[in-house]
């Protein structure tokens, strides 16, 4: 009986400490099903990456400084909250072209490369408080966190000014 005891104690323990877990991940999930809840309440995007559909279930949003538009599926896929570090980088030795680099948090990189695998062939959407500011094309599964805005219609100032609309 004390060896069962014994060993109901240490699942019990076992169970307890897996659940107990690191919550931050599970705070973060949620945070997305906040968002996504919150996006349909007030028909906003949030900053963040989404998928953009074929429906016309999805926002309508037009690309910033373009004539096109695209639906964009109001659940998002990573939002501002899951973004580690922002930071502008200039591509090429004459540097006439910046990018804004957005590393994505160590504990959610396993969501950017799902989303980006299932999503090969497809577009998805950069959202900065509600306005449409990237569409990139998936190529291939993104491992490792990295996501970027690298449209050449953006100045550095403008995408400095992105850094701080986003204030992570």
Known sequence: MKNVLKVLSILLIGVLS??????????MLANIDYTYAQNRKDSTLATGWYYITESSEGYKRQ??????FYF??????IVK???DKLEIYKDGELKLQSSLLIKI?????????DATE???GKRLALIIDDV?????????????????????????EELEAFIEQIGI
Request: with cysteine; hydrophobic share 30%; charged share 25%.
């Open 18 to 27: 897996f659940s107990c877990g690191d919550n931050s991940q599970k705070v």
């Open 105 to 113: 948090h160590r504990n959610f990189e396993h969501l950017w490369a």
């Open 132 to 156: 449409l500011v990237s569409n990139p094309k998936v190529m291939s599964r993104i491992e490792g966190g990295g996501s970027s805005l690298g449209r050449p219609v953006y100045s550095e």
């Open 118 to 120: 299932k999503w090969e």
């Open 81 to 83: 909250e899951h973004f």
């Open 63 to 68: 690309l910033d400084k373009t004539d096109e």
């Open 72 to 77: 964009i599926h109001p659940k998002p896929i």
